[in-house]
């Protein structure tokens, strides 16, 4: 089934799982317009969490494309009550696919600061810090684990509750707050033993004219 183009919206998570329940039943009979009203309902939520999991907006269709591709294959694994978990985990795992293949080009940028404005361009000089900033955060990244990294980007991308955040994992509210702990600090020692952060606050501190410590 050929899967057409969407645009990338805030998702809304669709909450009626009767609805959800007949829909799984209907396309675990085959029924294209049940196939086609499950990407429908649910494509937006994909396309936003790959985005919050750090994933480029040039790859974030290809990744919601293979999403649903796996999804219509294991259609007999699926509870209706558990189906935004379902994405979640599925997105995840092809956006760690793409860091394990260094696929990714540009992420987390915000992290070492706000962008400017798409129509204020950067002055050069900027413009090279957060092209190092995006580099060098994408090695870490790419080094950190799986279950970590999930756990950072629904708290402090997408905004979610410890509570929510369990949910969408199926795991302990306090293992999310652990989880999250560790990340955090798994980001840094990984950053430290690249050299990776310093480097950038040197990078940072040379542009801007401030001598080192």
């Known amino acids: ?16 799982v009767d609805a959800d329940e007949l829909l799984l039943a209907r396309c675990r009979l085959g029924e294209r317009a049940a196939l086609r009203a499950l990407y429908d309902r649910y494509v937006h939520v994909v ?11 040039h ?6 494309q293979e999403v649903f591709t796996a999804t219509y294959k294991e259609l007999d694994r699926i509870e209706p009550r558990a189906l935004s978990s379902w994405f979640f985990r599925l997105t ?17 940028a915000r992290w070492f600061g706000a962008a400017e404005p798409a129509e204020s361009p950067d002055r050069p000089d900027q413009a090279a810090l957060r092209r190092d900033a995006e580099r060098h955060v994408g090695r870490i990244l ?3 684990t799986q279950k970590k990294r999930d756990v950072f980007a629904l708290f402090e991308l997408q905004g979610l509750s410890g509570d929510e955040i369990a949910e969408h994992l199926q795991i302990p509210v306090d293992t999310v707050w652990t989880r999250l702990h560790h990340a955090r600090i798994e980001f840094a020692k990984v ?3 690249l050299d990776v952060l310093e480097e950038t606050r040197s ?9 080192s410590p």
């Open 47 to 57: 396309m936003a969490y790959a985005r919050r999991l750090g994933l480029p907006a």
């Open 142 to 144: 790419e080094r950190m």
């Open 59 to 64: 790859e974030v269709e290809d990744v919601a």
């Open 92 to 108: 995840s795992n092809r956006v760690h696919d793409r860091f394990r293949r260094r696929r990714i080009r540009e992420t987390f």
């Open 191 to 193: 950053g430290r033993s």
């Open 1 to 16: 089934m050929a899967l057409p183009a969407v645009r990338l919206t805030e998702p809304r998570l669709p909450v009626d």
């Open 203 to 211: 990078q940072a501190r040379s542009r801007n004219g401030e001598a």
